[in-house]
């Protein structure tokens, strides 16, 4: 685990990505990939290269689905927006067959939520209709204490906005937070809005940005589920 001196023993709110951070939802695209290409006849990429591109949202799971297809096209090409509609549909109906808590981090949020003061929460990139779904299906939605979405704001990650609205809801300082995520992006808003920021190396990571993860400059780096879990109990209580 990196770290660099910076005190995390008062902290008054934990705030984590979903895709690949907090939930393992790479099983259900997986699946859904894999309907599809079979629909449409076309090769399917290997189930590491989508868990690869979870992270990266539903346009890059689309590309990497049609492969070159789409590889000189913009978001707003009509075809790609049909066919990445499909894929949001075809989830929403389907969302949390395989999708589930990364081991240990279950008992991680039961440490988190016994005690008074430290309150957890969620901002994502993920649409909030899906989010709320997801959290729902897991029966996390009544014990997450924030979730802020794409929706809620007008600047995503990598921009703080979205960070900075969580603090305001919980009613914290944003120094006061840490922000776990499996994405650059998600480091980038943390440094951005002042928090302490932990990066989930077990996360959707490809490997070629794997080579020098400190260049991300999160103050962590937390290798496994179980690692997270001891981070949190040790580091944070």
């Known amino acids: 685990?990196?770290?660099?001196?910076?005190?995390?023993?008062?902290?008054?709110?934990?705030?984590?990505?979903?895709?690949?951070?907090?939930?393992?939802?790479?099983?259900?695209?997986?699946?859904?990939?894999?309907?599809?290409?079979?629909?449409?006849?076309?090769p399917c990429p290997s189930e590491t290269a989508i868990r690869e591109q979870v992270s990266a949202g539903s346009f890059a799971m689309v590309r990497l689905m049609f492969g070159d297809k789409f590889a000189d096209i913009s978001?707003?090409?009509?075809?790609?927006?049909?066919?990445?509609?499909?894929?949001?549909?075809?989830?929403?109906?389907?969302?949390?067959?395989?999708?589930?808590?990364?081991?240990?981090?279950?008992?991680?949020?039961?440490?988190?939520?016994?005690?008074?003061?430290?309150?957890?929460?969620?901002?994502?990139?993920?649409?909030?209709?899906?989010?709320?779904?997801l959290l729902e299906k897991l029966d996390l939605n009544q014990r997450c204490?924030?979730?802020?979405?794409?929706?809620?704001?007008k600047n995503t990650k990598p921009d703080p906005e979205p960070l900075f609205l969580a603090c305001q809801q919980l009613g914290v300082e944003p120094n006061q937070c840490v922000y776990v995520g499996d994405h650059i992006r998600d480091i980038e808003a943390g440094n951005r809005a002042g928090m302490i920021t932990v990066l989930a190396s077990y996360g959707y990571i490809p490997p070629e940005d794997k080579e020098d993860l400190s260049v991300w400059g999160a103050d962590f780096i937390v290798n496994s589920?179980?690692?997270?879990d001891s981070f949190v109990a040790n580091r944070l209580f």
């Open 1 to 42: 685990m990196h770290t660099k001196d910076k005190n995390t023993k008062d902290i008054h709110a934990i705030l984590f990505d979903l895709d690949g951070t907090l939930i393992d939802t790479a099983p259900d695209f997986i699946r859904i990939i894999k309907k599809m290409c079979a629909k449409y006849q076309h």
């Open 75 to 133: 978001n707003d090409n009509p075809q790609l927006l049909a066919y990445r509609q499909e894929f949001l549909d075809t989830y929403e109906a389907d969302i949390c067959v395989d999708s589930q808590l990364f081991s240990g981090l279950a008992s991680m949020l039961d440490n988190i939520e016994a005690l008074d003061n430290l309150p957890w929460g969620i901002v994502t990139n993920k649409p909030r209709y899906l989010a709320e779904l």
């Open 145 to 153: 204490s924030v979730l802020v979405c794409p929706d809620d704001v």
């Open 225 to 228: 589920p179980e690692e997270m």
